[in-house]
C-alpha cells in the first residue's frame, strides 16, 4: 500500500548549522508533498509543500528537494536555530480535492545552542 | 482570528466506553478532517467532512463515526474504545473551494488515553 517513511528518527546538529531531513515515500502517483513541524504538545505546522512537477522548491531558510526517480524527498533548513527543535514530517497527497494526507513517521531534530 | 480549536485536551477513559471529540474550524473554512496519531508515529486519516457529509475516509472501523454541524464544526465518535485507540486526535480544516492543495491547518488536538 501507500507509504511515506523517513530513514532518520533523530537527527542532533548544531545551532547555525544546516539540516537536511530526508523522507522516501512510494506512491509514484503522488501530486504534491508537504513539510510538517510538530512542536511538543501542539499540532503539526505547515513548513512548505511542493508539486510533483517540480524538483525544488525555497522558502524563508527552507528548502525542499524532490527527486522522482528515487522517490524521494528532503528538507533543508539553513542556519538552524534552537526553535526549529521539533519532529518533521513529510506527507504525500493527491489532487482529489480531498486533500487525504499520508504522513511518515517523522524526524526528531535536536539543535543544540 | 481564531485557528482550528478542539476539546477537551485531555481524557482518559476505560476500555468498552464511548467517547466524543469536538472541532471548530478556522473561521472561513468548510472543510474539517480528523487524523489519529499514535505515540511516535505520523497522523493517519480517519475521515473527511464536507457539507455535512463524509466525503472520505481511511482505513478505521465502524466504531469510528463524525459529524458535520451546519456552522462546519464537527464530532469524532469512537464507540467500544480499545486500549489501541489511545492516541492524539487531531483535527485539521481546509477551504474546499482552494482544491487539493489547500493548506490544511490543524488544531492541537485532544489527547485519549484508553485505560
Known amino acids: 500500500g501507500e507509504s511515506v517513511g523517513l530513514h532518520l528518527p533523530t537527527l542532533s546538529v548544531q545551532e547555525g548549522d544546516n539540516s537536511i531531513i530526508n523522507c522516501a515515500y512510494s506512491?509514484?502517483?503522488?501530486?504534491?508533498f508537504i513539510w510538517y513541524k510538530q512542536e511538543s504538545g501542539k499540532g503539526p505546522q505547515f513548513i512548505i509543500d511542493?508539486?510533483?512537477?517540480?524538483d525544488k522548491r525555497q522558502g524563508q531558510r527552507v528548502t525542499v528537494l524532490l527527486n522522482k526517480t528515487v522517490k524521494h524527498l528532503s528538507l533543508q533548513i539553513a542556519a538552524t536555530q534552537p526553535g526549529d527543535s521539533a519532529v518533521y514530517f513529510c506527507?504525500?497527497?493527491?489532487?482529489?480535492?480531498?486533500?487525504?494526507?499520508?504522513f511518515g513517521t517523522g524526524t526528531r531534530l535536536l539543535v543544540s545552542p | 482570528d481564531a485557528g482550528v480549536t478542539q476539546s477537551p485536551t485531555h481524557l482518559i477513559k476505560t476500555r468498552g466506553q464511548q467517547v466524543t471529540l469536538r472541532c471548530s474550524p478556522k473561521s472561513g473554512h468548510d472543510t474539517v478532517s480528523w487524523y489519529q496519531q499514535a505515540l511516535g508515529q505520523g497522523p493517519q486519516f480517519i475521515f473527511q467532512?464536507?457539507?455535512?457529509?463524509?466525503?472520505q475516509r481511511g482505513n478505521f472501523p465502524d466504531r469510528f463515526s463524525g459529524h458535520q454541524f451546519p456552522n462546519y464544526s464537527s464530532e469524532l465518535n469512537v464507540n467500544a474504545l480499545l486500549l489501541g485507540d489511545s492516541a492524539l486526535y487531531l483535527c485539521a480544516s481546509s477551504l474546499d473551494s482552494a482544491g487539493g492543495t489547500g493548506e490544511l491547518f490543524f488544531g492541537e488536538g485532544s489527547r485519549l488515553t484508553v485505560l
Open positions: 506527507a504525500e497527497g493527491m489532487n482529489t480535492g480531498f486533500q487525504k494526507l499520508v
Open positions: 511542493i508539486r510533483s512537477n517540480m
Open positions: 467532512y464536507y457539507e455535512e457529509e463524509e466525503r
Open positions: 506512491n509514484s502517483a503522488s501530486d504534491y
